[in-house]
C-alpha cells in the first residue's frame, strides 16, 4: 500500500464522523438573499430602471424599491418625499401629478451617462423583476396607498412568492395584511441605542408589534442588532432581514446568524462574500 493511500485508510473513520457532522448542518444552512437595495444603486442612480436592471445583471435574489403617491394617485417609484437631492429642483412628489414628475431628470446625479432617465411608475418596476426573483416594496407614505397598491400588484405578473411588502409603520402593514392576507410583509425597525447603552425598541416591543400585525418578517438595520434578539424572532417563525449592508464582514456575521436576506447598495460585493463563507 503506498504511503498516500495507508494515510487515507487511517484517516477514514475520521473522514465518516466529519461528514456525519457536516451534512446535517449543510442542509440546515440557507445562504441568504441578496436584495438589491433601491436597486444596485453604489453603481446606478437609486430608485431607476437602470439601476433595477444591473441589479438583475449582477444576479441579486431580489431588489427593493421606494414607493410614494403622486397627487393624482399614481405610484411612483422614489424615495424622498422632493425632488431636491436627486433633480436639485424642489417638488413635493404628493403634490405634484405624474406627468409633471416625469419631465425631471433622476439620473444625471449620478452620472452623464444616466442623463435624461426618468422616474419610473410601481408598474415599469415590476415589469423588470425576472421569474424566480423577488421585489421587497417599501411603502414611504402611509395608509392611502394601499388600495392602489394592491390594484398594481393584482395586475403585475408577479405571484405572491415574488413580493414582500415593508414599511416602517406598523399600521400600514396591518393594513395591507387585512386586506391582502396572502401577501408576505416585514416591519423595518431602526434599532437605535441612546447614551447610557440602552437599545430601543425593546424586544418585548418589538415581538409585540410584529405578533400585533401578523408580519411574517422583522427588517432591522444592522447597527444595534444581536443574535438573542433574532432567536427570539426566529422562535415566533418570524424571519429576520437586514438594511443596508456594505461590508462584507458585516454581511458575514448575518449570514452566519441565519438572516434571511441582506440588503445591499453592491450586490455583487456582498453576494460573492456570502458564497465564500463556509457554513457554522
Ligand atoms: O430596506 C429598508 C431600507 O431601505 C430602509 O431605509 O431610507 O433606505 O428607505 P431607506
Ligand atoms: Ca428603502
Known amino acids: 500500500m503506498s504511503t498516500v493511500r495507508h494515510f487515507l485508510w487511517v484517516m477514514k473513520p ?10 446535517p448542518a449543510a442542509l440546515c444552512f440557507a ?35 421606494d414607493f410614494l403617491l403622486t397627487k393624482d394617485g399614481h405610484i ?14 424642489k417638488l413635493l412628489v404628493k403634490n405634484t401629478p405624474l406627468s409633471k414628475l416625469r419631465q425631471l431628470d433622476v439620473g444625471s446625479w449620478k452620472g452623464e451617462q444616466y442623463k435624461g432617465t426618468r ?19 417599501e411603502i414611504k407614505c402611509g395608509e392611502e396607498i394601499v388600495t392602489p397598491l394592491l390594484r ?28 391582502a392576507p396572502h401577501l408576505q410583509t416585514s416591519w423595518l425597525c431602526n434599532l437605535k441605542k441612546d447614551k447610557s447603552g440602552k437599545v430601543t425598541p425593546t424586544h418585548e416591543t418589538i415581538c409585540k408589534t410584529l405578533e400585533d400585525i401578523h408580519a411574517n418578517g422583522f ?33 458575514t456575521r448575518f449570514s452566519q446568524w441565519g438572516t434571511a436576506s ?18 457554522p
Open 152 to 179: 398594481e400588484i393584482e395586475a403585475s405578473t408577479l405571484t405572491k412568492n415574488q413580493i414582500v411588502i415593508i414599511c416602517f409603520k406598523a399600521g400600514v402593514l396591518k393594513a395591507i395584511k387585512q386586506h
Open 76 to 89: 411612483v417609484c422614489f424615495h424622498d418625499k422632493d425632488t431636491k437631492r436627486i433633480t436639485g429642483k
Open 119 to 137: 422616474i419610473p411608475t410601481i408598474a415599469e418596476v415590476l415589469a423588470t423583476v425576472p421569474d424566480g426573483k423577488k421585489i421587497y416594496i
Open 219 to 251: 427588517s432591522s438595520s444592522h447597527q444595534n442588532i444581536n443574535l438573542a434578539l433574532i432567536n427570539k424572532v426566529n422562535e415566533a417563525e418570524i424571519m429576520h432581514h437586514v438594511w443596508t449592508v456594505n461590508d462584507p464582514a458585516i454581511a
Open 31 to 65: 445562504e441568504p438573499l441578496i436584495i438589491a437595495h433601491r436597486g444596485s444603486s453604489a453603481s446606478a442612480p437609486e430608485n431607476t430602471i437602470p439601476a433595477f436592471e444591473l441589479a438583475w445583471e449582477q444576479q441579486a435574489d431580489g431588489i427593493e424599491a
Open 262 to 279: 441582506i440588503t445591499t447598495d453592491k450586490p455583487a460585493l456582498i453576494k460573492n462574500a456570502i458564497k465564500t463563507v463556509p457554513a
Open 14 to 23: 475520521a473522514w465518516i464522523t466529519s461528514l456525519l457532522l457536516l451534512v
